[in-house]
């Protein structure tokens, strides 16, 4: 009998309550969280500069995928420098043994709410759009948490409540998340000196491993035979 895959959920703030959440959720779907760790207001470029990825990721035994929620808090100056900083943190996870990386893209925010949440809106889109076209290169699954992160805001417009707003966005995610791990493309690698990364054998350059969150597949294809069932998040 296969064992049953084991993750570590690595993230910023809204991990403090969406980490607790995956880890009742994601062992009813077949996944065991070794752990999950939530240091609020950290950016990808500071976990890198801490240089302690390798150990968290490690702590509880060697997972056989990291999940990463990240990107809220960073503010790249351009895409171009932002692909070292998130290529520093996959090496990093890599580096510890594990290939397999999901990386949960930044939630959505409420530019309407305040001057704080227009800013954090800015970021919050410029990051993912950038995740989005870097990520897949690497060999790194993403994941679009903005489509899951529609409503349930808490009263800044960036956080969510605890009451259903953070429910909701796991309940969600956590489908995705055990679809992607069941999927999980082979990684890529750097070429030899550093030259661009080796995409996978049958992959061709250019090519995208997105994850498109089954809930938006299934709405759609509904929508084409004129049949959308809505049902209540459970």
């Not at 998130?86 to 397999?100: F, I, N, P, T, Y």
């Not at 893209?105 to 227009?118: D, L, T």
């Not at 290169?137 to 259903?164: C, E, K, N």
């Not at 090519?207 to 809505?230: E, M």
Request: glycine share 10%; proline share 7%.
């Amino acid at each position: 009998m296969p064992s049953r895959p084991k993750v570590v959920i690595i993230g910023d703030s809204h991990v403090e309550a969406l980490g607790p959440a995956l880890e009742r959720r994601l062992p009813a779907l077949g996944i065991d969280v070794l752990q999950s760790v939530a240091r609020r207001g950290w950016s990808t470029d500071r976990y890198n500069r801490a240089g302690d990825v390798a150990r968290l990721v490690t702590a509880r035994g060697r997972p056989d995928a990291v999940i990463l929620s990240l990107g809220g808090n960073g503010r790249p100056r351009s895409k171009s420098s932002y692909e070292p900083v998130l290529r520093q943190m996959v090496d990093a996870v890599r580096a510890a043994g594990v290939s397999r990386i999901i990386w949960n893209g930044p939630a959505k925010s409420i530019a309407s709410v305040s001057a704080a949440s227009a800013d954090a809106h800015r970021r919050h889109e410029q990051n993912a759009n950038w995740q989005r076209e870097l990520l897949p290169s690497m060999g790194v699954q993403w994941i679009d948490s903005r489509p899951m992160t529609r409503t349930g805001h808490a009263a800044d417009g960036v956080h969510f409540t605890l009451r259903s707003g953070y429910p909701a966005w796991a309940d969600t995610l956590s489908h995705e998340l055990a679809h992607a791990v069941a999927s999980a493309p082979a990684p890529a690698s750097r070429a030899p000196g550093g030259k661009g990364p080796v995409l996978p054998r049958g992959s061709k350059s250019g090519s995208t491993q997105i994850w498109v969150p089954v809930a938006i597949v299934g709405v759609a294809a509904a929508i084409l035979v004129g049949a959308v069932v809505l049902s209540r998040v459970y």
